[in-house]
């Protein structure tokens, strides 16, 4: 069965202080991985489509890699407006987005 | 920059009845999809939407849902008879490549009494 994990379910940090968001997937013959950013209440924002191992993209403060197996999403001196919830989804072509459960990441300063 | 819309924000409605949520896609945007996130959950597809046909569903989308494009603007979720476990929030989206890059809408809160 098709799965993606999210890791760790929350992260809190000081402003300034970088870390790393994980995305774990099982989806044979991946299509895309998706990342989005929620706040409370409100519908996903689209943040990155990745779809070959080795590809990264990059956002301000955000920047997203790809592995065969999973996804880093990286988060470089984040502010306490990036205190959201990060939603990972992956599929195979054609098929629907599969989501993780979310890391929820609180930045204070 | 367009963006999805949705109505209602909120709605409150008592089991077994129905209800519509609406969604504006972007407008240049083929393909349509509904999803929903019951509190604390994750994002759960219902159904995606092409060319005035239901593309795929999940097993959720069972038949007390229904879609329609009434016009060429507007999509919309039809829960026939609702009940309590429908409760959840549910998104609209759209996008130009079937099953890619998915734009949301803000949701629609359904609380069933």
């Known amino acids: 069965e098709d799965q993606v994990t999210q890791s760790p379910e929350a992260l809190r940090l000081q402003e300034g202080e970088s870390s790393s968001l994980n995305c774990s997937y099982t989806?044979?013959?991946?299509?895309?991985l998706f990342w989005y950013r929620q706040d409370p209440g409100k519908g996903p924002e689209f943040l990155f489509t990745?779809?070959?191992a080795g590809e990264e993209k990059e956002k301000e403060r955000l920047k997203a890699t790809l592995t065969k197996k999973e996804s880093f999403l990286h988060i470089t001196a984040p502010k306490p407006e990036d205190s959201a919830t990060y939603l990972c989804?992956?599929?195979?072509?054609?098929?629907?987005?599969?989501f993780g459960k979310g890391t929820t990441l609180s930045v204070s300063s | 920059e367009p963006e999805v819309t949705q109505t209602p924000s909120h709605q409150v409605t008592q089991m077994g009845q129905e209800v519509i949520l609406r969604c504006v896609p972007i407008?240049?945007?083929?393909?349509f999809y509904w999803y929903r996130q019951i509190l604390g959950q994750k994002v759960e597809f219902l159904v995606s939407?092409?060319?005035?046909?239901?593309?795929?569903k999940s097993e959720i989308f069972d038949d007390q849902f229904s879609v329609e494009r009434p016009d060429g603007s507007n999509f919309t979720l039809k829960i026939r008879s609702t009940k309590l476990e429908d409760s959840a929030m549910y998104f609209c989206?759209?996008?130009?490549?079937?099953?890619?890059?998915?734009?949301f809408g803000p949701g629609t809160r359904l609380l069933v009494l």
């Open positions: 989206a759209s996008g130009l490549v079937y099953q890619e890059t998915q734009y």
């Open positions: 989806v044979s013959g991946l299509r895309g």
């Open positions: 990745l779809y070959s």
């Open positions: 989804a992956a599929n195979q072509a054609g098929t629907a987005l599969i």
């Open positions: 407008s240049n945007h083929l393909y």
């Open positions: 939407f092409y060319n005035n046909e239901i593309s795929e």
